[in-house]
């Protein structure tokens, strides 16, 4: 049995004349005659009573045309579900995303493909560091990265989206906190002896380097009091006043009652990245990183403020992405 015998013997049936269903089938009458009698054989039962003047559905045919259109109407959804996902409009989209980009730059990605690619179904995975990230996409069980750099595995592309300075969280009684200008800039050399909230030494974490970078610069070794893996359990600490912590400026947006945030005078910055892997072929990604782009949300920034960002080669168009 051939699909295009499911076909004629539909636009027979719809039309109950065979000359007008040839004609919209653009066949000739005798082919489509020897089609639908093919067809009846097969099935072996007569799905059509033909008179020299009319052409009317049997009961078996009448019963048999439901389920053909049935089955034509699931091969025309089924192409057309072929079609979206060849496009890269339609899919799932496994997305990690560091601590503090959860509270940040996530929401707006999450616009962002809500709005131009509502079909592709976003699959997040929260508070996974950098190391974790760099594995996942290698390991193709991550198509998106919101991470920082710098990147240590070969393979993968990425985009700095974003430069922040470091802000320090204090517990709310802290002396250094007590002021009411919230913008006071504290001297980092006046942490020298305080006892740190850090990411555990063990998870690679870029924070953790770059705060021991900035506190090397003021002049001492920070103390690391308590180490967590994940920003709202060191926040929660900071707020325990169990120590204080340096973290980058967007963990502002986390309000925890108990917490204040100073800004310093330390020049170190962390950056932003959005990576996947160089060579993945999928048409979700691709069209995504497009969308991303268009919404400028995968604008890049300097990663030096006196220098340009280099631009990997994102796809302009759905075409390139193919």
């Not at 079909?119 to 991550?142: F, I, K």
């Not at 070969?154 to 300075?165: K, M, S, T």
């Amino acid at each position: 049995m051939e699909l295009r015998h499911l076909r004629y013997f539909d636009a027979v049936a719809r039309t109950l004349h065979f000359g007008r269903a040839a004609e919209q089938l653009h066949i000739a009458q005798p082919a489509l005659s020897r089609a639908v009698r093919q067809l009846e054989r097969e099935v072996g039962v007569t799905l059509l009573h033909r008179t020299t003047r009319t052409v009317e559905l049997t009961d078996a045919g009448r019963a048999y045309v439901e389920e053909v259109r049935d089955v034509l109407r699931r091969l025309d959804h089924a192409t057309r579900a072929a079609r979206r996902a060849e496009a890269g409009v339609t899919g799932t989209l496994r997305l990690g995303v560091t601590g503090t980009a959860a509270y940040g730059y996530l929401p707006r990605v999450a616009q962002v493909l809500t709005t131009a690619l509502p079909q592709v179904h976003l699959q997040v995975h929260t508070e996974m560091l950098t190391p974790d990230q760099e594995r996942a996409l290698v390991g193709d069980r991550l198509d998106l990265g919101i991470l920082r750099p710098p990147l240590s595995e070969g393979g993968l592309e990425h985009v700095v989206v974003r430069r922040e300075p470091l802000v320090l969280a204090l517990p709310a009684g802290h002396p250094l906190a007590a002021s009411s200008e919230t913008d006071d800039v504290v001297p980092l050399a006046a942490l020298h002896g305080e006892p740190f909230v850090t990411y555990a030494h063990t998870s690679g974490s870029v924070v953790r380097e770059a705060v021991r970078s900035a506190c090397r610069e003021a002049g001492f070794e920070p103390d690391a009091a308590h180490e967590v893996g994940e920003t709202s359990t060191l926040l929660a600490l900071v707020a325990a006043a169990l120590g204080v912590a340096l973290v980058p400026e967007s963990a502002r947006t986390l309000t925890l009652p108990g917490v204040s945030f100073r800004a310093t005078d330390s020049a170190v910055h962390v950056q932003l990245a959005v990576a996947w892997r160089r060579d993945d072929p999928s048409p979700v990604l691709r069209s995504v990183l497009q969308a991303l782009r268009e919404q400028g949300a995968l604008s890049p920034v300097p990663t030096d403020p006196t220098g340009p960002a280099d631009q990997p080669d994102v796809p302009r168009t759905a075409q390139e992405a193919r």
